[in-house]
C-alpha cells in the first residue's frame, strides 16, 4: 500500500522566494488498485511522483510504500516506472538499453535475454532492436520506455503519461496492458492528461490542482446514471421535431444539437418523445465523459 | 491476456539487488567508448609532438657529438606526465554525477533495487581502472621509444592524482552540473595560492591551507622518476605528506559526495 500522509513540497530558491508544490496532500493506495492521478499542468503530479519515487524530499508529511520510506523500499525491491519523458542515453541500443535495465533490475543474468526479448514482443519493438535510441520516433522511443518498465514483474507501477506519443492502436493495446497487469497485490499508478484513459482503465481517480487534492472519484462504485450530464444529438430526419421536445437544444452543426445538462432519466423520456413524433435518432452521446465532468468541477472549485 | 486470466494472488514482495558487478562491464563499455578513447588520440598526439621535440634535440646534440642524457629525458617526460596526471582524470571524471541527472538518466536507473550510491561508488571504480589501464597503454608504447618505463611507482603516482582530482570533480558533480569548469577554477587557484602563498601567514595562509597543494603532485612524480629538484637522478624518498594530503583530500571530497548524495534531489526538477 503506499501512503501520502499530510504532504508538502515547497520549492525554495537561492534568493528565498518558495513555490509551494504540493500542499497537505493525503491519499491511500490499496493494493490491488488502479489509480489515476489528473490534473492540470502545473497542478504537482510531477512533483508527487518525485516524491513517490524518492527523488524529492517532502517539506512536511510523509511518503510511504509498504510502511517503508520510498528509496528504502525501491533499493529493497524495484519498482516499474515511466517518466513522462523517457530519457536514456541516445547512443545506447534498444535491446542493449533493456539488457542494462534488467541487470539493473535485479534479473538473473541467465534470464536477462528472455526477459528482454519478451518485452521486446509484448511492446512491438522487434523491428527497432538494433537501433539507437536516437534514432526511434516519440512513440517507439515511448514503448522502450514502457518495456524498462515491465521487466521485472514489479508490485508497484508507476506511469507518467504513459501514452503520450502513441498511436490510437498502441493506445488501446495499452489499455488493454495495463488491465492485464492487474493483480491483487499489485498498485498501479498512473498520471496522465487523458481523462477518457484514466475512466476507461481506473478504479478511482485522484483529481490535483495547485498541489491540492481536489477530489478522488471513485469509478467503481460511481453508477452512469447518476450524474446529470450535457449530451450532443444528431438526428437522420425529423429536425422540425427536436426544438419542440428539446425547447432548451442549441444547434451545434446541421442536424446536430447540444443539449444542456439533464439526467439520462430525462434525457431518455425526451428521446422517446422525439422517435414518437417521427424523428430518427443517429447518435446521443455525452459532451463530457462522467470523469471529465468531476474534473471541470474539481478545478473550478 | 485479461485481467481475469492473472491468478488472484497476493504475495510478498521479492526482494531484489541490482546485477551492479555484471553492469560494471558496461560501465567499461561506456569508458571505453566515452573517455578512453579521446585521453588516447590526445595524449598520443601529444607524445608523438614530446618524441620530435625529443628526436630533433636529440639529433642536435649527435650533430655535435654528444648524447642527451637521461635526466633530459625524464625532464621532458615529466612534462607530458603532470599534463596526464591533471587531465586525464578531468575527462574520466567530469560529469559523473551531473550528466547522469541533468539529462534524467537518474529516472530509470533510480527506479531499480540499489542505491545511488552503490552505483557511483562503482562508476568511480570503473572509471579509476580505466584511466589506470590507458594511462599503462600509453606508457607501454612510450617507453619503446624513450624512458621511463612502466612500474608499480607509475601505476601508485597516477592512482594518487587520479583521486586528488577526481574526488574534487565527483564532489562538484553532486551539487552542481557545471562541475568540470568549477573544477578547473578550484585547481588553478589551489596550485596558484599554494605556488604564492605557502610561506605566508594569516589569513592568507588559512585560506592556502583550505585548498589542496595540487601543484605538490610533482612531488610523487619526482619520486617515480628518481629526479631531485635540480633535475638529478637521485633515489627520491616518498612523499608521504604531500601525497597524503593530495589524494587525501580528493578522497575526503569523493566520500563527502557519496555521502550527499543521499540528500541531493536525483532528478534535475
Known sequence: ?301 | MTAAAIPPTVTEPVRRRARLGRYALWQFGDFGVNVAIITLILFALLGVMFLMNQDAQIAYLASRKMKMPLEAKLQSFTMLLTMFTTVAPFIAMSGVFATDRSNGYTRFLFSKPMSPVRFYAQSVLVRLIGYLAVGCALMLVWSRYSPPGISLRFVADLTGAFFAIGGIIFLLSVVTRYDGLIAIVFVLVSAIAWDKWEQATGLRRAVTYLVPPIGKMKATHAWFLGLNDIGSLVDVPFPTKWFLWTSGYGLACLVLGLVLMRKVSLTKS
Not at chain 1, 56 to 71: E, F, H, K, Y
Not at chain 1, 154 to 162: F, K, N, S
Not at chain 1, 185 to 211: C, M, T, Y
Not at chain 1, 273 to 296: D, K, N, W, Y
Open chain 1, 1 to 301: 500500500m503506499i501512503e501520502f500522509k499530510a504532504v508538502s513540497k515547497t520549492y525554495r530558491s537561492i534568493l528565498g522566494t518558495s513555490v509551494p508544490a504540493v500542499v497537505d496532500f493525503s491519499l491511500e493506495i490499496r493494493d490491488g488498485e488502479i489509480l489515476g492521478l489528473a490534473g492540470p499542468n502545473g497542478a504537482g503530479k510531477s512533483t508527487l511522483i518525485g516524491l513517490l519515487l524518492g527523488y524529492l524530499s517532502p517539506s512536511a508529511g510523509s511518503v510511504t510504500i509498504d510502511g517503508q520510506l520510498p528509496r528504502a523500499y525501491i533499493e529493497r525491491y524495484g519498482i516499474g516506472y515511466l517518466s513522462e519523458l523517457v530519457t536514456i542515453p541516445p547512443a545506447w541500443h534498444t535491446e542493449n538499453a533493456l539488457k542494462r535495465y534488467a541487470l539493473l533490475a535485479g534479473v538473473e543474468p541467465a534470464e536477462v535475454q528472455s526477459r528482454v526479448d519478451a518485452a521486446i514482443g509484448l511492446l512491438g519493438l522487434d523491428e527497432h532492436r538494433k537501433k539507437l535510441i536516437k534514432q526511434l520516433s516519440k512513440g517507439n522511443l515511448q514503448r522502450v520506455g514502457l518495456a524498462q518498465a515491465l521487466l521485472c514483474d514489479e508490485r508497484i507501477l508507476i506511469l507518467d503519461e504513459p501514452t503520450h506519443g502513441l498511436d490510437p492502436m498502441w493506445t488501446q493495446r495499452f489499455r488493454d496492458l495495463v488491465l492485464s497487469l492487474r493483480r491483487p497485490d499489485r498498485v498501479v499508478f498512473i498520471a496522465s492528461h487523458n481523462l477518457d484513459e484514466l475512466q476507461r482503465i481506473s478504479d478511482r481517480v485522484a483529481i490535483i490542482d495547485r498541489g491540492r487534492l481536489q477530489r478522488v472519484v471513485d469509478l467503481k462504485t460511481r453508477t452512469v446514471g447518476s450524474q446529470a450530464a450535457p449530451y450532443r444529438l444528431v438526428v437522420a430526419s425529423g429536425v422540425e421535431h427536436v426544438r419542440g421536445v428539446f425547447p432548451d437544444a442549441v444547434p451545434a452543426e446541421p442536424n446536430e444539437f447540444d443539449l444542456p445538462e439533464r439526467s439520462l432519466e430525462e434525457l431518455n423520456r425526451q428521446l422517446v418523445e422525439l422517435i414518437s413524433r417521427g424523428g430518427l435518432i443517429s447518435s446521443v452521446a455525452p459532451m463530457h465523459t462522467a470523469l471529465e465532468q468531476q474534473f471541470r468541477e474539481a478545478i473550478a472549485q
